[in-house]
């Protein structure tokens, strides 16, 4: 293993806006958290791609021997709808409008959750903090910003002085944005009058008495600002100091502003080392949203139950697909892109499945070691996968040579080809061939196609018991035959 560690990796750092090299803290070892799902609803397929991006930043560092800590927590104390820090939390609001239990809804989203990222074949992460099971720490981290003269107290909630923390910090930071930009945009919102200013962020709100989701604390029964968990949580697990701290694009403002200030106001530093963010995912040119319509969700997209999509897609094509665009670009969900994601798939694990009967020869004419180092160049340098998904199909072009007998390979090679397109395409992209996709339906349709064409010659030759005992067969083992103007179509239950 000791020789992958030898892969130099440059990591974007969103904090400096380029490209750094990778040295990790502490040698060998890797701390990374990532901002996880607020559980009140199902995952949107946006985080299914930022979810997805750090599984296989993830992936390839355990794959170059780092023992990695990967932190992602479960949002389930609810946070505001919106940064007015006013109003009913999301999770209890849900459970009113269901009239169940807040822990109701967490369990049944964050099961959700876990089941979606299954689907995709994501790893889990080491460590899977709520922010319910980390009250007092918050707590604590509070009652250090209130002592370091950081935050105030009004009515029982508690606020960060974002204009006290500019004095002599850099509240922008990482978004870059400049405060004085902040007060000429920010409107004063009704119920915001505890506030010294708008900007100011709450740490602790005191709970209402109809909100149920509450906890004591030094200040009030109340319940922690959004923005304080991931401080709390991933500071309790990576240390003061740890290296790689990822999110949505989204998040960058203002949650992980505030996560940076909410450290430097109580510790005195930014505990994180290089900032990651993944870029949004589009639908078909435009944002993904639920109120225009132009949304769909995972399940909708795997089960091809929409309108939006001309068929199913499986989770590996999907996987495929978010994969041939840098995390760091915006992608465009479409179905032309998924139906040439899923053609390229099939290439490479039709190209996969040659490679067990390949012929070696005394000498070869590719050169598989400098093939394998472009594999990693290309993670290397910023986790790169669509130039290493490029580069694979060169690896499939190999083999479709040594197939034909235009280029031949030796023993020692084929092993070194063969290793690495299993360590790329299976451990590293997670990609899986369940060989349930396009194949097996193409032949299921084929089959039932012929039964169809059977029964009309059978229905023209007045032969209406076999027509009749065709679809009945059919019907008894789930696949229901539909007479139409267009002709029979069947339908597979
Ligand atoms: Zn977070």
Redesign the pocket.
Known sequence: MQIFKNQNIEIYNSLSGKKETFKPITEGYVGMYV?GPTVYSNVHLGNVRTFMSFDVIYRYLLHLGYKVRYVR?ITDAGHLENDADVGEDKITKKARLEAIEPMEIVQRYTVDFHNVLNTFNFLPPSIEPTATGHIIEQIELIESIIENGFAYVVNGSVYFDVHKYNEANDYGILSKRKLEDLIHNTRELDGQSDKKNPQDFALWKRAEPTHIMRWPSPWSDGFPGW?L??TAMSTKYLGDYFDIHG?GMD?KFP??EC?IAQNKAARGQDPVKYWMHANMLELNGARMSKSTGNYINPAELLSGENDIMSKAYSPSVVRFFMMQASYRSVLDLTDNGLLASEKGLNRLFDAISLLKDLPSSASSSINVSEWKQKCYDAMNDDFNTPILIATLFEGVKFINQIKDGSATITASDLEELKNTIHVFVFDILGLENTGKSETSTDKLSGAVELLIKLRQEARANKDFAMSDKIRDELAAVGIHLKDGKEGTSFSVN
């Open positions: 901002c927590n923005h968990e991931c999110g998040l949650h992980h996560e």
